[in-house]
């Protein structure tokens, strides 16, 4: 399932070109035209990562995510700030108020979609690990014990190619496409290709769950 993404920008051209540009990427995109009605999507669809504005009308970017990272659900969402106010003070503010990157206006559409897939997989990762952390604090991981003893067999039989191989040593030291097609001298668009025929070995659903994979089998050095 694409992950889903929030835009809150009161201009309409760029919300459009935002949304082009993401949809076009993969992702799911909701927008909202000023901070008050990116809270209630917020609320209603929780999605995995907010871009917004600062100056928009009602509340703005900085009251937005001061009342964002108060909720206990959305304290962990990674959050975008696009704006016009470039100056060291408001980068400032902007950080304080709880943003994880702040890109002065005007952007590059293909930095901006680099910072973005490096907040989503760090996301990812994350919670795939405090989701690991509550199972086993909790006990359920005692229960799968049998269920991982069977799998650790079965993942016995997987056949890797040396070039998945490669990308999954670099995938689990925490290498980004871009990085692992330096690496391997190959396009950031083949390594995805690697990647998804990992995914589709291992029947697992996203990166996270791939290095865990690897890493609970022993797959990688």
């Avoid at 668009?189 to 995914?199: G, Q």
Wanted: charged share 30%.
């Amino acid at each position: 399932m694409p992950l889903l993404i929030l835009i809150a920008e009161d201009d309409p051209g760029i919300r459009l070109a935002l949304n082009d540009y993401l949809e076009m990427s993969g992702y799911t995109v909701l927008t909202a035209e000023n901070g008050d009605r990116a809270m209630s999507m917020l609320e209603n669809y929780h999605p995995h990562l907010l871009i917004s504005d600062i100056k928009m009308p009602g509340k703005d970017g900085y009251e937005l995510i001061k009342q964002v990272r108060q909720r206990p659900e959305f304290r962990l969402l990674p959050v975008i700030f696009l704006t016009e106010r470039g100056n060291k003070e408001d980068r400032i503010r902007g950080y304080q108020a709880g943003c994880d990157i702040y890109l002065p206006k005007p952007f590059e559409m293909d930095e901006l979609g680099a910072v973005i897939r490096n907040l989503l997989e760090r996301s990812q990762m994350i919670h795939s690990e405090l989701r690991f952390s509550q199972e086993k604090s909790t006990g359920q991981s005692e229960n799968t014990n049998i269920g991982k003893n069977i799998q650790d067999d079965s993942s016995q039989h997987l056949e890797f190619t040396r070039r998945e191989k490669q990308v999954l040593d670099l995938l689990t030291n925490g290498f980004s496409n871009a990085e692992i097609g330096g690496h391997l001298h190959l396009s950031p668009r083949t390594i995805e290709k690697y990647v998804s025929s990992l995914l589709r070995k291992t029947e697992t659903n996203n990166r996270s769950e791939l290095i865990r994979f690897a890493l609970d089998r022993h797959l990688v050095d």
